[in-house]
């Protein structure tokens, strides 16, 4: 009898939780499909060069920054595989990017869904932004991109 009311709130804990998640995550893909759209994503991207400038990367590597930060890394990836073909993203600024956002991927997705199962949302999302930015930093004047060049 125990192990039947366990499972009966076990699996309506679970579709609440998948619910919660649904409401946080359905509404951010629909603005970033309109966002994109209507190339608020490109403007963006203009305007935050100084970030470029401050981690030592291209600007072209700025928006495939981005749309990892807002997005995440599936969608973000995507968007980097396709500058690296096109030859807008240097090996180095490629490491960069991939080291950013290991620490700092959909960064409102993921903090919105932390934060609705109890995480502070402001502690998370800003521990998450400045360690990003420290190890990317420090990262882009550590890598040499001379011998990234030489590997190839």
């Known amino acids: 009898m125990n192990l039947m ?3 009966k709130e076990s699996f309506t804990g679970s579709i609440s939780s998948v619910l919660t998640m649904a409401i946080i995550i359905i509404p951010l893909m629909m603005v970033m499909e309109i966002l994109k759209d209507a190339k608020i994503l490109e403007k963006l991207s203009t305007k935050l060069k100084p970030i470029a400038k401050f981690l030592d ?6 928006f495939p920054l981005i749309i990892g930060i807002i997005f995440g890394l599936a969608y973000g990836a995507g968007i980097i595989i396709d500058s690296t073909e096109e030859g ?3 090996k180095k600024d490629l490491y960069i990017l991939v080291i950013f956002l ?3 991927h959909a960064i409102f997705e993921d903090t919105f869904i932390f934060a609705a199962v109890g995480a502070n949302l402001w502690l998370l999302f800003g521990v998450r932004l400045i360690v990003a930015i420290v190890i990317s930093y420090f990262a882009s004047k550590v890598i040499d991109a001379k011998q990234l060049a030489k590997e190839d």
């Not at 990367?57 to 700025?62: A, G, P, R």
């Open 57 to 62: 990367i291209s600007d072209e590597s700025v």
């Open 88 to 90: 807008n993203v240097s």
């Open 102 to 104: 290991l620490a700092c």
């Open 5 to 7: 009311v366990y499972l």
